[in-house]
């Protein structure tokens, strides 16, 4: 059986952070073909849960970079965590520094509310300037980055450590590039951790074992399947590793040229049902006679 991941925000998701009927109808198609389809995100599993049942989707999810994999039925079967002294020191470095950041764990996304409030009212203020399109672009990705589900506001990072959670994922998000190149290169130097980006306003900090490429095939690994003829559709850094480890790998067309120059195809854009596009593509390459399965 054969397998397609599948990237949520800037892929899957359109500009309402909603996935549309023709990208639900083309995945719903893809299942009764008997190809297995996986969300692959940054997201928290709770989330993607949620955003899944308003569409009708019943799918595993890999979470949180590859840090989580979720069965159908909502049984956690992988789990990898951010050691807890590493969790207190990155958070320190960030709170002295005054980043804004997001901490996910089972139960929650984290994050202290005065540098939510300030990283807030920097969005409204920047969508009042005069910002060239792809400017503009990363500021309204930003903005919907708050309609996740999940949230809990808290003091200071203190407040996260009581807590006592498994770390799964540490976001962070400055519009300031200089500020994200220093935390990059701050937690690229522990060998404990990875790090990669999902839109062009943040990094995502996770454990060295964590990645969506290293899910994918520990998946593959744990339900026998093979990634021979599977298929990985994303649009940004963080869904590179999984790019590696398919035959299939597609960019969204909204994706940065980088992303367009490693993958083996193009399709269309998130708010053009590109994820549809590419499924569809993806059925017809294999020719499958209706009523059969691959």
Known sequence: MSLIAIDMDGTLLNHQNEISEENIKAIRDAQEKGIEVVISTGRAYFDV???CEKAGLSTIVIGTNGATIHAKDEKRISATTIEREHVRSILQWLDERNYYYE???????????????????????LKNADLDADMKEVVEEAERQFDQFGYVFVENYQDILTKEEDVYNILVCSFDQGKLEEGWKQFEAFDVLTVASSANHNIEITSKNTSKGIALEKLASLTNRSLDQAMAIGDSNNDLSMFQKVKYSVAMGNAQDEIKEVCTMTTLKNNEHGVAHAIYQYLESFVIPAGEKL
């Open 103 to 125: 901490v996910f764990t089972d139960t929650a996304i984290y994050t202290p509310r005065q540098v939510r409030e300030h990283f807030y009212n920097e969005i409204q203020t």
């Open 49 to 51: 849960r949620k955003i």
